[in-house]
């Protein structure tokens, strides 16, 4: 794909804070992944501004929010929402239709999340960090001791890879079984079964650290 044009520049810095509207709530089923790919194939083959459009104003709540979660403000889910749709943009040639255009632009999102938050944390220290284990904990409770967050955090980081994952995916983008199982390449079942195992062993976790703290 070619650098973006003028007005598909605009659109992208008009996406990054989404308007309140059902409008860009980005539905699914058989019939979106359709109508995706086809708005996919209309912006690889005919570089049309107006499918790029249609998909921005279908996922940019999805991204907004899954970023303002994760990192904490809107000036930097602002500047994700900016990468993650020029990403999109750049290497929409690259989808390849395996999972549904949500997950790959969750996916996307998520990463330019992540990676935001550790550039921060080498500068402003284990404070930033912190807000991701709130951010993760939300499958159960919101947190908002900064004791309990790290707790949290050191939870987190005894959970098997998987069950971290599918966990994220959940509590962060609210994708359904059905997605989390297309994006990670398991079955539905086996994505219900790992986001269980997760929140019990998190839940376990939670409490054992809570106890020796005590």
Known sequence: MKTPRP???ELLVEARCPVNSDETAAPVGESVQDDDKILVQRVIEEGDS????????????????????????????DEVAQKTFLSVYKNVAR???RSSLKTWIFRIAMNYSKNLIR???????????????????????????????????????????????????????????????????????AAKVNYHYAVKALKSLLANLGESRA
Do not use: C, W
């Open 95 to 97: 989808f390849e239709g």
């Open 119 to 189: 550039d921060r944390a080498r500068h402003e220290g284990d404070e930033v960090t912190e807000r991701v284990a709130a951010a993760e904990s939300q499958v159960e409770e919101r947190i908002e001791n900064s004791q309990r967050r790290r707790i949290v955090r050191e939870a987190m980081k005894n959970l098997p890879p998987r069950q971290k994952e599918v966990l994220e995916m959940r509590a962060f983008g609210n994708l359904s079984f059905a997605e989390i199982a297309d994006s990670v390449g398991i079955s539905t079942s």
């Open 7 to 9: 007005e598909l520049l």
């Open 50 to 77: 107006f499918a790029f459009e249609v998909i921005v104003k279908k996922y940019q709540r999805m991204v907004y929010y899954l970023a303002l979660k994760m990192v904490g403000n809107h000036h930097d889910a």
